[in-house]
């Protein structure tokens, strides 16, 4: 009698409820995939990184995919009208894509690599530590390509345009540097100053 009820936390380690530790409680914990530090970091564009998570589990609704859902169309990759659409195709052996690749490539000085998708994100994955400014500048530039090609593509099927490869690589550029404007304290090496 006299007491007033106190409402405590009990999983929480000083009973006091925070968001952080009903979250831990109830998400489902797994494993941390190898590629995650390459999807996933700070100050990245949300919107690319989501895409590019997408990709990476080759979830993406592309023809190939629409064909093993049994929903058949026209399987031809929309930006090269050559080959069939899968994800390895679309961004990274068709040639409407490898010119932006390359051209993003030789600008944020990452080795023009030819073995496929797959093997990509294997190096970028191995590659890519650590805080550097050039090794910001390639993780940047990988998922907005990923997303630029994707919205390219939607753009090509579902209203009929298309950009010139120039004009896309200029667009991707132009969010790099814009999102690179904004660190702070980066030292003007010779290999900073070249990205």
């Avoid at 080959?83 to 993003?104: A, G, M, P, Q």
């Avoid at 890519?128 to 990988?142: A, D, E, I, T």
Wanted: charged fraction near 25%.
């Amino acid at each position: 009698m006299g007491q007033k009820d106190e409402i405590v936390w009990l999983d929480s380690p000083n009973h006091i409820f925070s968001i952080k530790v009903a979250w831990e409680q109830l998400r489902i914990h797994h494993q941390m995939v190898e590629w995650h530090d390459i999807v996933w970091f700070k100050n990245v564009v949300p919107r690319h990184s989501f895409l590019l998570w997408m990709a990476v589990q080759q979830k993406l609704t592309n023809q190939d995919r629409l064909h093993r859902f049994g929903i058949h169309g026209p399987n031809r990759c929309p930006l090269c009208l050559h080959n069939n659409e899968d994800h390895n195709h679309l961004f990274f052996e068709c040639s409407y894509t490898k010119t932006i690749r390359w051209d993003v490539c030789d600008r944020c000085d990452i080795p023009r690599m030819t073995k496929g998708w797959d093997e990509w994100i294997r190096w970028a994955t191995v590659t890519w530590h650590g805080k550097s400014f050039v090794n910001f500048s390639r993780k940047l530039s990988f998922p907005a390509t990923v997303y630029h090609v994707w919205q390219e593509r939607n753009v090509r099927i579902f209203v009929g345009m298309s950009r010139t490869s120039n004009l896309f690589f200029n667009q991707i550029e132009c969010i790099i540097r814009d999102k690179l404007d904004l660190m702070r304290n980066i030292l003007p090496t010779n290999e900073n100053k070249r990205i």
